[in-house]
């Protein structure tokens, strides 16, 4: 059934060292229920499920779903069991609380696999688990906007979005450093005219030169302002002191960046290098408090396209007239 009613008060209580049984409660239940729409697990998640950490005594669950337009079909479902829904950026999940918006014990977000929320989500927890001086800021913040906004529950959390954002950002580059690390390599801001930045994109333009349609119209042109702070960011990948991969962010429009000059030597394709240097421009592009990032891709390389595909992104129409593209793509990145 839609929510109705009034929205309760916002109240910070001390951690409950219950929550994580009450969790695992309402999972077991969730799994009988529509454990056939599940396909990315159930996760608990918000501050209650961060041990220490001050939280409104409500139990956040996370659900993976293939998409939201199937997972609309367990709805009734979910009200058997008590839960109320509401429109609540239904562009990114289905939104619900139990038993009532004036007495919440638990909220459920329904959310695809493949999203940037959901992937988020689970950072921004992850995260503050292991770093518990983040945590303590975090709790102290929450008391002293609940103190001021307890009445406000939406100005509440306007109000801590901005810590949110920042600390999503963090959590997505310390993951994408942990991928590097993992594959052997490091990546890390590089000065665009630095010397190992130019050997890299050297490599990027002879074989860009090698392409008859690139010969034909010349590409698109950049500057090394653009991807300075406070208008952007260049990346590189480097293995064994040896650039291996780069790529850039520069802002391309207010609340929207443009990533550039995204590289991967040949020879090292295929081991996920690629994805750490989107993934890395990304973090840094909600850094930069970005809402959405575009690109282009001049080529048929299947793997490329494949790539942004993965990562959510969207195929748009030309948005910067480069005559050398073929291809044009759009993410929206998550605004907590």
Known sequence: MPVEGADEPV???PYDPAWPGRFDQERAALARTIGEWITGGIHHVGSTSVPGLESKPVIDILVGVRDLHGSRACFDRLFDLGYVYAPYRREEMHWFCKPDPSRRTHHLHLVPVDSARFR???AFRDYLRRNRDVAEEYGALKCQLAERLSGDREAYT???AEFIRATVARALNELVYDRGQRAGISISEATFDSHAVQAILTEWNEELEANPEFSRHGGSTVAASDFASPHGVFVLAV???EPIGCGGLRRLAPGT???KRLYVRRTER???IGRALLESLEGHAEALGLRQVRLDTGGDEGVALALFRSANYQPISDYNGNPYARYWFEKQLLTP
Request: charged share 45%; aromatic share 0%; hydrophobic share 40%.
């Open 270 to 272: 295929g081991r996920g």
């Open 120 to 122: 988020e989500e689970l």
């Open 257 to 259: 960046g443009e990533v």
């Open 158 to 160: 306007v109000a801590k």
């Open 239 to 241: 293995e064994d002191e």
């Open 11 to 13: 109240l910070i209580v």
